[in-house]
């Protein structure tokens, strides 16, 4: 029985952190007696090795650097014990007893812990969630919503999206299912998760699971039959044609739906951009979204509503790059030569990695929320059923892709449009971080007040630093965007047109797709009298949050009525 406290402290920390994420480190005391508790009762048996240890160790280390770079360190910090917690869990599910004796009887923790966990959080949203507030999204579930809103109780706490609830339940139904097999409570408990599934209203969710049980269903009735070379012939057109996909919807999507997700995604690669080796660092995106992209004053877009959009945002390329490696860890895994790939466990662990990742696709419920808690359990649970702990991975393959990937590093450092790109990201999270760091509304009207120096007065934030690195990315590459574009902004909000101009023309004529480049373009040559071209540029993006209104508002506020008046006509 003392090796399930392991998990049932751990359990509990996360729980702590899922609640109140602003409690700090005090919750990794009871992650610590856990490991403790472990210890006695399986000695080194509780400390084997899994092949997912370095990727999640790499993942955990862009997430600590993630919390220091974050412009809000208090909402960074939080979202770090949130991962802390994640992390834990992986730790405790991969490496604690299959089985424990209690009171004379043998149970699974984990068996229980998946049985239990998907029908309590439809349970939890059933009688939590604001049912009004969503009415209208699908009209044929709105009688049955307005007849739970009728007899809901009025609890207290934090109150679930039904997208992140409903992330959560298409991941956890496969896991429940196969923990469930052989209970006469079986039905009643899968029953109960797929109506609070259902009433969650997430096609993206509904469409994820059924896809991933489709495929599941295709792969043992005949996929997994044919040989092998056309399997993996199948895998690669599937790549192909999915990344064909996103090249068109990114393409094409913001013309044909205007504000939506395709405009988001786009929007949000464009940010990317900006810190593409560091991040932004974690809880970093919505107001960087607002005040770099929309050019708005306030928070518009929680996170890019894309799962591996948000970890490229948040941990940069390594922090998105170490979660690829454990999914494909995982993937490799179930074709490794284990037995029927670990077995109902082991399906039920890649069926519930296909949802996220496939969910993932069009939404974040879990890194963009703080169901980050349950984002590895897919991969403990696929290190269980693989029975590869303690296991090592074969040397010499992953050694000559690490040095293949090491070479490939160093060498495209040495290109100089590499360090330019390098030199513009440390310019760009100085920016955010001086700026956002300092910005609260409404003590300041608008981000272009920080970088405003008033007659007589010291600037409220030092944007030398930033604008130091910002040259030298040019020196290195004339062309480099994020350069041109983010001086651009500096010196339009500064009233030094000429030069706002010539950055901004440089930033259009390399990346004429950015959204932001267009808007301060256009005000730059509304500004010198160029209507025309200002109206063109504009007409190419959506300015329905009112971006126009504010500019106005701006040269006003700064005693320029003339230039007010250019951007109003």
Known sequence: MIAALDLALTGIAAVLWYLWP?????????????????????????????RFDLPLLLFGATAVFGAWLAYDPTAGW????????????????????????????????????FALLPA????????????????????????????????????????????????????????????VRGWRVAWPLVGLAAAG??????????????????????????????????????AALLVVLGCATVAIVLALGPTLFPGGRPDLWRNSIDLALDTPFTGL?????????????????V????????????????????????????????????????????????????????VILGHGLVDDAFYGSRAVLLLFVPFALLARAEGELGREEPGSRGAWIAASALAMTVLLALLPQT??????????????????????????????????????????????????RYEAALALDPANVTADRRLGQIELSRGEDAAARRHLAAAYAAAPDQRATRQLLGESYAIAGDAARAIALWSTIDLSQGQLALRRWWYEHVGDPQSAGKIGM
């Open 419 to 468: 360090r330019a790109a390098f030199q513009a990201n440390l310019g760009a999270v100085t920016q955010t971080r001086a700026e956002l760091g300092a910005y609260e509304w409404p003590r300041w009207p608008i981000q272009d007040a920080l970088r405003r120096q008033a007659p007589g007065s010291p600037s409220p934030v030092d944007l030398a630093p930033a604008i130091a």
């Open 299 to 354: 928070g518009h877009t929680v996170h890019s509503h894309n799962l591996l959009l948000d970890l490229w945002l948040e941990q940069g390329v390594v922090g998105l790059g170490a979660f690829v490696w454990l999914v494909v860890s995982g993937v490799r895994g179930q074709g490794a030569g284990r037995p029927q790939g670990g077995g109902q466990a082991g399906a039920a662990a890649l069926m519930a990695l296909a």
């Open 120 to 179: 309590v959080i439809a349970l939890y949203f059933l009688l939590t969630t604001d049912w009004s507030r969503w009415m209208g999204k699908l009209p044929w579930l709105d009688p049955i919503m307005a007849w739970l809103a009728a007899w809901q109780p009025a609890l207290p706490g934090h109150r679930l999206h039904p997208n992140v609830a409903g992330g959560l339940i298409a991941v956890l139904i496969p896991l429940q299912v196969a923990a």
């Open 22 to 50: 602003a409690l700090g480190p005090w919750p990794l005391l009871l992650i610590v007696a856990g490991r403790l508790a472990r210890t006695k009762a399986l000695g080194r048996r509780g400390w084997r090795r899994t």
């Open 281 to 297: 660092g974690l809880a970093g995106f919505q107001m960087a979204y607002s005040s770099y992209v929309l050019l708005l004053h």
């Open 197 to 234: 599934l259902l009433l969650t209203g997430s096609r993206g969710a509904w469409l994820a699971l059924g896809l991933a049980a489709a495929t599941w269903a295709a792969w043992q009735g005949w996929i997994r039959r044919w040989p092998r070379f056309v399997r993996w012939a199948g």
């Open 78 to 113: 939080s979202k770090l014990w949130v991962i802390i917690g994640g992390l834990a869990l992986y730790d405790s599910l991969a490496r604690g007893p299959e089985e424990v004796r209690i009171a004379g009887r043998t149970v699974s923790p984990q068996r229980l812990l």
